[in-house]
C-alpha cells in the first residue's frame, strides 16, 4: 500500500536535546539548564549545554534532512530563547534563529511543524512556582501568541505541549524531571489542570489570531493492556488507561474530564482547584483542535497490584510514566512478559499494540486526525567497518509503519509519521549513549555528521511512498 499523497513523512527533535548554545545570543536559563547541574539527575552529569551543536550547524542539518527526502520537519521552540525570563521583552536573536530555521526548511520545501513547549520552561517562572503556579498560564499563551505572530505566516502547524503526561508525571511524582518533586499527586494533577488550560487558551488565540493553519497537542500514547483475561486485570488496565490516557485526551477532544478519574480524585481529597471559566474554556477549545499527535513508543502490560506485591520501578526515561505508584494509582503495575520483545532498555516492541491503541482510540474518539509525532528506536548502534548499521531501528520503523499502513485501511485518519529522531541528541537522561537518529554524530570527531544505513532506507521509503515496506 501507498500512503495518500497528502501524508507527511517527517522526523522529529526537540531544542533543548540538540541545539546547544545554551547561554548563547541573549538566551536566559531554563529549568533544564539548572537541573542537569544538579549531582546525579542525569546520566553522568551529561548536559544539553552543547548537545549536537544544532544552533550553528543547522543548515548542514537541514541540508541533510533534505538530501533524505524528509517532507517535514518537527521541531520545538525554546521559550528561554524568544523570552529570556518567561515575559517582558523579546530577545529578537531567538526569533531570528527559529525564522532562519524555518526559512531553511522552507527552500527545500520541507513543512516545518512546530512544538511551542517540549520541556524548557523559563527558569524564571520555574522560581515562582513553575506550572504549578496559574500565572504561567498567562505567560504561555502569550508567548504563543508572539510565535503565532512572528511565524505563523509560514509554519501551518503547531503544537502546544509535548508530552504532558511527561513533564507532570516527572516533575512532581517520580522527580525525575525539574522540579524533581517526588510523590505529591496534588500537585501534580493540579498541574496537569494547569497546562490544559494553557493548551486551551492558546487553541483560542489561535483562531483568534485567524492563522489558517492548524493547532493540536502531542500526548504520550502508551496504551494499556492486561496481560490476561482476569477480570482483575481487566479492571487494572482500564484503570491505568483512564489515569494516564483518558485524564489526558478526553479534556482536549472531548472539553472535559473522565468521570471515573474525576470520581477517584474527589474520593482523595486530590480534585485539582479550577473556576468556571477555566472549565469553560476547556470546552469551547475541543472542538477548535485540529489534530491529536501520538508519539507511540511502547504498550504497558498491565496486572492487578496485590498487597504483597512490590511496585516495579521503571527505567527512568521512559515512555511510560510509572507514577512512582503513588497512592492514588496503586491498584495496578506494569510487568515485562516473556512472550514479548524488548528493547536494551526494556521497552517493549510491540507494532500490535500500536494498532490495537489506535482501534482503541477510535472506539473512543471517532476518527480523530491524528500525527504520529515520535515513534523509533534508542539504541547503540553497531558501527561495522566504518558503517553505521543501525538495521533493529530499520525493522522498528518498517513494522510500524505497517501498522499504521493497516490502521489507515480501517479508517484512521492518520495524516503524518514522524520518526524520533532525525538525529542523534541528548537523550534526557541518558546521555548521548541512547541513539535514535538517522544521522549519527561523532562525538570523538568534532560532532561530524554520518548517515547511518536507516538514512538511505528511509530515503526509500520516502521515495516510494511505503509501497513496498510489506514486501520487504
Ligand atoms: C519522548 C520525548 C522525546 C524523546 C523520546 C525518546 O518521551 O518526547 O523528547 O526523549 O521520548
Not at 173 to 194: C, E, M, R, S
Not at 335 to 350: L, N, Q
Request: net charge negative; charged share 20%.
Amino acid at each position: 500500500m501507498k500512503f495518500p499523497h497528502d501524508f507527511l513523512f517527517g522526523a522529529a527533535s526537540a531544542a533543548y536535546q540538540l541545539e546547544g548554545a545554551w547561554n548563547e545570543d541573549g538566551k536566559g536559563m531554563s529549568n533544564w539548564d539548572e537541573f542537569v547541574r544538579i549531582p546525579g539527575k542525569t546520566f553522568e552529569g551529561t548536559t544539553g549545554d552543547v548537545a549536537v551543536d544544532h544552533y550553528h550547524r543547522y543548515r548542514e542539518d537541514v541540508r541533510l534532512m533534505a538530501e533524505m527526502g524528509l517532507e517535514s520537519y518537527r521541531f520545538s521552540i525554546s521559550w528561554p530563547r524568544i523570552f529570556p525570563d518567561g515575559g517582558g521583552q523579546v530577545n529578537q536573536k531567538g526569533l531570528d534563529f527559529y525564522n532562519n530555521l524555518i526559512d531553511e526548511c522552507l527552500k527545500y520545501g520541507i513543512v516545518p511543524f512546530v512544538t511551542l513547549y517540549h520541556w524548557d520552561l523559563p527558569l524564571a517562572l520555574e522560581k515562582q512556582g513553575g506550572w504549578h503556579n496559574k500565572a504561567t498560564i498567562d505567560a504561555f499563551v502569550h508567548y504563543a501568541e508572539v510565535c503565532f505572530n512572528a511565524f505563523g505566516d509560514r509554519v501551518k502547524h503547531f503544537i502546544t505541549f509535548n508530552e504532558m503526561i511527561m513533564f507532570c508525571g516527572n516533575g512532581y511524582l517520580t522527580g525525575a524531571h525539574p522540579p524533581g518533586i517526588t510523590n505529591d499527586p496534588k500537585k501534580y494533577f493540579q498541574v496537569t489542570h494547569n497546562v490544559f488550560v494553557a493548551h486551551a487558551r492558546a487553541v483560542l488565540a489561535y483562531k483568534r489570531l485567524k492563522q489558517f493553519g492548524e493547532i493540536g497537542i502531542t500526548h504520550v500514547f502508551n496504551p494499556a493492556f492486561a496481560v490476561d483475561n482476569h477480570e482483575d486485570n481487566l479492571f487494572a488496565a482500564r484503570h491505568a488507561n483512564e489515569f494516564d490516557t483518558y485524564w489526558y485526551y478526553d479534556p482536549v477532544l472531548k472539553g472535559h474530564y473522565p468521570e471515573y478519574v474525576l470520581q477517584q480524585l474527589q474520593k482523595s481529597g486530590l480534585t485539582p482547584d479550577w473556576d468556571p471559566q477555566e472549565l469553560a474554556d476547556l470546552q469551547a477549545a475541543a472542538p477548535q483542535n485540529d489534530f491529536i499527535g501520538l508519539n507511540y513508543y511502547q504498550p504497558m502490560r498491565v496486572e492487578k497490584l496485590h498487597e504483597v506485591q512490590q511496585p516495579i520501578e521503571h527505567s527512568r526515561e521512559t515512555s511510560t510514566l510509572a507514577p512512582g505508584k503513588a497512592s492514588f494509582d496503586n491498584v495496578y503495575r506494569t510487568v515485562k512478559m516473556a512472550d514479548k520483545i524488548y528493547t536494551k532498555w526494556d521497552w517493549e516492541i510491540s507494532p500490535e499494540g500500536f494498532l490495537d491503541g489506535l482501534l482503541m482510540l477510535q472506539a473512543r474518539y471517532g476518527n480523530v486526525k491524528i500525527y504520529i509525532t515520535e515513534n523509533g528506536l534508542g539504541d547503540e548502534d553497531p558501527i561495522i567497518e566504518g558503517e553505521i548499521c543501525d538495521i533493529p531501528r530499520i525493522n522498528y520503523i518498517k513494522t510500524h509503519l505497517i501498522a499504521l499502513q493497516h490502521a489507515i485501511e480501517k479508517g484512521l485518519n492518520v495524516k503524518g509519521y514522524y520518526a524520533w529522531s532525525v538525529i542523534d541528541l541528548l537523550s534526557w537522561l541518558n546521555g548521548y549513549k541512547k541513539q535514535y537518529g538517522f544521522i549519527y554524530v561523532d562525538h570523538n570527531d568534532n560532532l561530524a555528521r554520518r548517515k547511518k544505513a536507516s538514512f538511505y532506507w528511509y530515503q526509500h521509503v520516502i521515495a516510494t511512498r511505503g509501497a513496498e515496506l510489506q514486501n520487504q
